[in-house]
């Protein structure tokens, strides 16, 4: 055969092996049942409900190592189970497992009714009677509060505004200089940053009051746009790349499964983010107020590790370094670990990295 | 039929997808130069312009119409569905602008892709690399164009103008709610931000009381 011949054999050999596996992928997920896609499955009791917003705490899966309670806060883009995302792929187990006493806070999934809430109810409110609950329940008179990207923010907030109940404060890839973007290389980072940016202010208060809140769609569609080529190419090309394995097929389920179950974000409380954080960067330069107190950074006094992703598109690194020389605290830690916004909580790579990390932390500090 | 004929029908067929494959990536070849050397990017762009153009000339004068004096009895309904189509023309305009702007990248993502392939050995590489090589330029062109001006501006008109439409067309469905005697979408923001409101004076309430009892 010549070697025209031999490249247009192997060329139908490789269009039939694959027209096999989009068969395969479709055969496969018209078998799979949604509840058989389980995320967030690590064991834990409710404890109090306020609202739609519950407070769990995790059933002990170790010896305990770290007797100070540590309260989990995710942001309001997305729900906690990115931390919990498959037995295998989950900090909350992790953390767990290295002895420590964790609880949840779940804003649930705000709707239309919740439009009026505002950040100083999430962090004065919600996460004020949280801390108090574990206080009343574990006889600790502080708690270690461990808060995820926009929930990052709200447990800076609620360090600064409520010292005294704090005994440590872990953030991961969370902003806090939103402005620091623009010092970022990667064409592919910062992108909210930049669009928030240039929108005027009264294009969200218009976006609010049509929607009463920001709708999860519409961040989704954002973050799809983030990733052009990725997200063109998740249903096709990278499907079938995993249909041959079982256990790569179901964790893009139950990564899908997790992209779905976007809520939408308070409307008053969307407002606050995107105009007073994203918009004019208020965090940073001192100016942000919650219930009508000014949040002083250097009033953080706890400990603080502020963990971040180096490939993170979503919070570009400097975004979170920033806190850095900020606060009151002179115990300040910095972890800088590879990967991206997610893939430092769901990636096989990154597994044990970022919970070890934390419970070495945290143990030095018992 | 014999080993023999098969391997011949085999190395028959092969040719043939050679052949059909080799034309194929000639003719888009073709396609892509005649269209980055022509004037069809920049048509694109004023097509756009002037659909904008017209469109906003009909929207606009929508929207003088329907802005006129407000009459007791009677109009009203109609002047909320003139603002929604308005408001929907207007919105159609954006988009287009939005997705010439927002196509423009994969004319030089092609360009640059052809110009890679000429000068890799391409024999030697699987549709899933050349696909990759493809993946990777596209990426790196639309992150590109996401970041200019041009995109920026043309995002916030249409994100703008879907905003206005939605709005408009509360403003329709508040209409036959009211009309139908059902509680409009404002009436109950309206509710929800009394409720809101007095859950955070009685919890104000209860941690004044709290504090004065000495409780955490």
């Known amino acids: ?366 | 039929m014999s080993d023999k004929t098969q391997t011949g029908y085999a190395a028959g067929s092969a040719a043939d997808w050679s052949n059909l494959w080799q034309s194929m990536a000639e003719s888009s070849s073709r396609m892509v130069e005649a269209w980055s050397g022509s004037i069809a990017p920049f048509m694109m762009s004023r097509v756009s312009e002037k659909t904008t153009g017209e469109v906003n000339d009909l929207s606009a004068a929508i929207e003088r119409m329907a802005q006129g004096p407000q009459l007791a009895d009677v109009w009203d309904f109609d002047r909320k569905l003139a603002l929604a189509f308005g408001a929907w023309i207007d919105l159609r305009a954006r988009l287009a602008s939005y997705n010439a702007v927002a196509s423009a990248p994969w004319t030089e993502a092609s360009r640059q892709f052809l110009e890679a392939m000429s000068k890799s050995k391409t024999e030697s590489l699987g549709w899933r690399d050349m696909f990759a090589k493809w993946a990777e330029i596209s990426n790196q062109e639309l992150i590109k164009n996401q970041r200019t001006d041009a995109f920026l501006k043309a995002q916030k008109e249409l994100l703008q103008a879907a905003l206005q439409y939605r709005s408009r067309q509360n403003d329709v469905s508040d209409a036959i709610s009211a009309l139908f005697d059902l509680p409009t979408r404002r009436d109950l923001d309206e509710v929800t931000r009394q409720l809101t409101e007095l859950r955070r004076e009685v919890r104000a309430l209860r941690r004044e009381t709290a504090q004065s009892k000495g409780q955490p």
């Open chain 1, 1 to 366: 055969m010549s070697e025209q011949e031999n490249q247009a054999a192997r060329l139908a050999r490789e269009i039939a092996a694959n027209t096999e596996k989009v068969f395969k992928a479709t055969q496969l997920i018209a078998n799979t049942r949604d509840e058989e896609v389980k995320v967030g499955t690590t064991p834990k009791h409710l404890v109090m409900r306020r609202d739609k917003v519950e407070l769990f705490r995790y059933e002990p899966l170790a010896q305990q190592t770290v007797s100070t309670p540590v309260l989990v806060a995710y942001g309001l883009v997305g729900r906690y189970t990115m931390a919990d995302l498959q037995p295998d792929r989950s900090l909350v187990r992790s953390l767990l497992n290295k002895g420590l006493d964790l609880w949840l806070i779940d804003w649930g999934q705000p709707g239309r009714n919740e439009r009026w809430l505002t950040i100083d109810d999430y962090v004065d409110d919600y996460i004020d009677a949280a801390v108090d609950r574990i206080r009343r329940e574990t006889g600790h008179d502080r708690v270690t509060l461990l808060g995820i990207c926009e929930g990052g923010v709200f447990t800076v907030c609620y360090a600064a505004l409520h010292p005294e109940k704090v005994k440590n404060l872990v953030i991961t890839i969370t902003p806090i200089d939103f402005h620091a973007d623009v010092n970022d290389k990667a064409a592919h980072h910062g992108f909210i940053n930049l669009w928030t940016r240039s929108l005027d202010p009264a294009d969200i208060d218009k976006l609010v009051e049509t929607y009463g809140v920001l709708p999860g769609e519409f961040m989704s569609s954002v973050f799809s746009m983030m990733t052009p080529m990725r997200s063109l190419t998740k249903y096709n090309f990278d499907l079938i790349d995993v249909v041959d394995d079982e256990d790569k097929f179901m964790n893009f389920l139950r990564m899908e499964k997790w992209l779905a179950d976007r809520p939408h974000h308070p409307g008053e409380a969307a407002k606050q983010w995107l105009k007073e954080l994203y918009q004019d960067n208020r965090l940073i330069d001192g100016t942000f107020e919650l219930s009508g107190r000014r949040v002083d950074l250097k009033s953080i006094t706890a400990p603080v590790l502020n963990v971040f992703a180096l490939d993170d598109h979503i919070i570009p690194p400097d975004c979170s370094r920033a806190l850095g020389g900020k606060i009151g605290s002179s115990d300040y830690t910095e972890i800088p670990l590879p990967g991206g916004h997610v893939g430092l909580f769901v990636s096989s790579k990154s597994q044990g990295k970022l919970s070890q990390n934390i419970a070495d932390w945290l143990v030095a500090r018992e």
